[in-house]
C-alpha cells in the first residue's frame, strides 16, 4: 500500500487494508500505530517470508495527507535500510524481500540511486528488490545471485477510465512483467496489457534474457542515464540516496513536481 496515490483517498486506507485482510492478503507499507515500520510476515511451503514496502518521500511531500494520521511508509531511505537490515538480523530464517516505490512517470531507466539502493538492500541481506511507479517496465537483473526488479510496469491501470476518460497511457506502457521466485530460482513472466484483453500472458523468460542494465559499472552508468534518460528537462539526476546533495536535489524536485501541479490547477 506504499504507493504515491494512497493519500488521494486517505480516507479509504484502513477500509482496504480490512477488505484485504478479509479477503486473505497480505497487506505491507503501511505505518503501524505505534509508528513503527514492520513486514507482513507469511508461510508457504515450509520458507518463511517477510515483504517490506517503501514509497518514495519525493511523493508524499508532494502529496500529503491531510485528512487523517494514516501514514505509508515513506522514510529516508537510509532509515529504511538500517530498520530492514535489523529486521534481517533479528530473524535470519525469513526470505525478505523489498517492495520499492520510486523513480518517475514513464522513465525507461531506473535512477542510479535506485541501483545503488537496491544493490545495499541485498549487501544487508535481502532476498530481492521488486519495483514500481513508472508505469513502464524497466531494467531486471541479478545481483549476487539475487533479483532486482527495477519496475514490473503497468499491468492492470487501463486507459479511457481515470480521470474522467482522460487517463491513457502510450504503447510503451502495454507490457508489463511479473517475477517469478521458486526455490532461489528466478524468471520474469511477460503480459501484454491494456489492449483488446485487460491483461494477456505472452512468455517466460530467464532473467539473463530480459532487459539488463546497459553498463554493470554504476559510474559508467550514470553517465549513460544522463545521456539517455526520458525526463531531463529541470529534473536533476539522483545519483545518491544520502548526503547533502541528495537533499539538496530532492528539495529542488518536489518544488518542480508542486509548479507543475500549480500550472495544470491554472489551466483547468
Same mark, same amino acid.
Given at each position: 500500500?506504499?504507493n ?12 482496504t487494508?480490512e =477488505?484485504l ?5 497480505g ?25 517490506f514496502?517503501h ?7 508532494? %502529496?500529503? %495527507? ?13 532509515? =529504511? ?29 531506473? =535512477?542510479?540511486m ?10 544487508a ?28 510496469g ?16 502510450p504503447?510503451?506502457?502495454r ?14 513472466l511477460?503480459f ?5 484483453k485487460?491483461?494477456? =500472458? ?26 539517455h ?40
Amino acid at each position: 500500500m506504499a504507493n504515491n496515490h494512497i493519500y488521494d483517498y486517505p480516507e479509504k486506507i484502513l477500509q482496504t487494508k480490512e =477488505f484485504l485482510e478479509k479477503q486473505g492478503i497480505g497487506v505491507f507499507g503501511l505505518v503501524g500505530t505505534d509508528r513503527e515500520i514492520s513486514p507482513y510476515e507469511f508461510e508457504d511451503e515450509n520458507e518463511k517470508y517477510a515483504f517490506f514496502g517503501h514509497c518514495w518521500n519525493l511523493y508524499t511531500a508532494t %502529496n500529503p %495527507n491531510r485528512v487523517n494520521d494514516e501514514k505509508i511508509v515513506d522514510c529516508k531511505y537510509a532509515d =529504511f535500510m538500517a530498520t530492514v537490515k535489523a529486521y534481517i538480523i533479528s530473524n535470519p530464517q525469513r526470505k525478505t524481500y523489498c517492495f520499492m516505490h520510486w523513480n518517475y512517470d514513464l522513465e525507461l531507466l531506473p =535512477f542510479p540511486m535506485h541501483i545503488k539502493l537496491s544493490h545495499d538492500l541485498i549487501d544487508a541481506g535481502v532476498c530481492g528488490v521488486i519495483g514500481s511507479h513508472s508505469h513502464v517496465t524497466q531494467c531486471v537483473e541479478e545481483y549476487k545471485s539475487r533479483p532486482i526488479a527495477y519496475c514490473l510496469g503497468n499491468f492492470y491501470l487501463p486507459s479511457g477510465i481515470y480521470f474522467n476518460g482522460k487517463l491513457n497511457y502510450p504503447p510503451k506502457a502495454r507490457h508489463t512483467i511479473g517475477l517469478r521466485v521458486d526455490n532461489n530460482h528466478s524468471e520474469v513472466l511477460c503480459f501484454k496489457t491494456d489492449c483488446d484483453k485487460p491483461i494477456s =500472458f505472452e512468455k517466460t523468460v530467464q532473467i539473463g534474457d530480459y532487459l539488463q542494465l546497459p553498463v554493470s559499472d554504476i559510474e559508467s552508468y550514470t553517465t549513460y542515464f544522463r545521456k539517455h534518460r526520458q525526463k531531463k528537462l529541470l529534473v536533476p539526476v539522483f545519483d545518491s540516496y544520502v548526503g547533502y546533495k541528495y537533499k539538496i536535489k530532492k528539495r529542488w524536485a518536489i518544488c518542480r513536481v508542486k509548479l507543475i501541479k500549480s500550472i495544470l490547477k491554472i489551466l483547468r
